[in-house]
C-alpha cells in the first residue's frame, strides 16, 4: 500500500531533550515536507526536501533540523524541544514540486513538551 | 499581503443536499488549486486538483471549479451523506514554485 509512515503517533518529552520522529514514504517520492498544525494556524511548512541532499526551510523553521540521506526517508530532528512545539506534525510526500501533484499526509505526530 | 481564505465557521448541511465550500486567494496567480479533506487527529487526504486552464473537474459525487478572474473556487460535494462531514482545506502553489500553501479549512456537518 502507498503511504507516508511517521513514528512516533503520540510522544511526550521533556524541555530540552533532543528527539527525532521519523517518516517514510513507499512510492518514490522526490519532495517530502514537514507541516505543523496548530489551532487557528493551520498546516504551516517547517522544511521541505526537493530530492536526496537537497533541504531548505519553510515558514517556521527554527527549532527544527530535517535530513534526506536517502529518497525515502526525511527524520524531524528537535535538538532542544521547548513547549512552543506542542504541536501535531505531519510529514507529506509529493512526486514533484508544486501543486501539480497531491500530496500524500502521514496519520500525524502529536507531540507535548512540558 | 498573500493569503488563502476559507470560511472559518462550520458549514451545516442537511443529508442530500449539496454542500458547496469557497476558497477566495489573493495577490497569488496559481497554476494549480488542490481540495484535501481532513479528519479530527488524522493527515489531510488529497481528494482534486485542477488546473488553471480548466474550469471544473469531477470525481464521483465532488465538483471542483476554478474562477481565475475572481480569484476563487468552489467545492460543491452533492448527495451529501453524514460520512463527509471532515474539515476541507483549498491549497496552492503560489506562482507555481517549490511548495504550496493551506487555507486553514473549513468545517462540514451534514446532518442526518
Known amino acids: 500500500e502507498a503511504q507516508v509512515t511517521q513514528n512516533p503517533r503520540y510522544l511526550i518529552t521533556v524541555t530540552g531533550k533532543k528527539l527525532t520522529v521519523t517518516c517514510s514514504q513507499n512510492m518514490n517520492h522526490e519532495y517530502m515536507s514537514w507541516y505543523r498544525q496548530d489551532p487557528g494556524l493551520g498546516l504551516r511548512q517547517i522544511y521541505y526536501?526537493?530530492?536526496?541532499?537537497?533541504?531548505d526551510k519553510g515558514d517556521v523553521p527554527e527549532g527544527y533540523k530535517v535530513s534526506r540521506k536517502e529518497k525515502r526517508n526525511f527524520p524531524l530532528i528537535l535538538e532542544s524541544p521547548s513547549p512552543n512545539q506542542t504541536s501535531l506534525y505531519f510529514c507529506?510526500?509529493?512526486?514533484?514540486?508544486?501543486?501539480?501533484?497531491?500530496?500524500?499526509f502521514g496519520s500525524g505526530t502529536r507531540l507535548t513538551v512540558v | 499581503s498573500q493569503k488563502i481564505e476559507q470560511n472559518s465557521e462550520a458549514l451545516n448541511i442537511q443529508e442530500g443536499k449539496t454542500a458547496t465550500l469557497t476558497c477566495n486567494y489573493t495577490n497569488y496567480s496559481p497554476a494549480y488549486l488542490q481540495w484535501y479533506r481532513q479528519d479530527p487527529g488524522r493527515g489531510p487526504v488529497f481528494l482534486l486538483l485542477i488546473r488553471e486552464n480548466e474550469k471544473e473537474k469531477r470525481k464521483e459525487r465532488l465538483k471542483v471549479t476554478f474562477d481565475t478572474t475572481l480569484k476563487q473556487s468552489l467545492f460543491h460535494i452533492t448527495a451529501s451523506q453524514p460520512a463527509d462531514s471532515a474539515t476541507y482545506l483549498c491549497?496552492?502553489?503560489?506562482?507555481?514554485?517549490?511548495?504550496?500553501?493551506f487555507g486553514k479549512g473549513t468545517r462540514l456537518h451534514i446532518l442526518p
Open positions: 507529506a510526500s509529493s512526486m514533484r514540486t508544486g501543486a501539480g501533484y497531491g500530496y500524500t
Open positions: 526536501s526537493m530530492n536526496v541532499e537537497v533541504t
Open positions: 491549497a496552492l502553489s503560489p506562482s507555481g514554485d517549490d511548495k504550496i500553501i
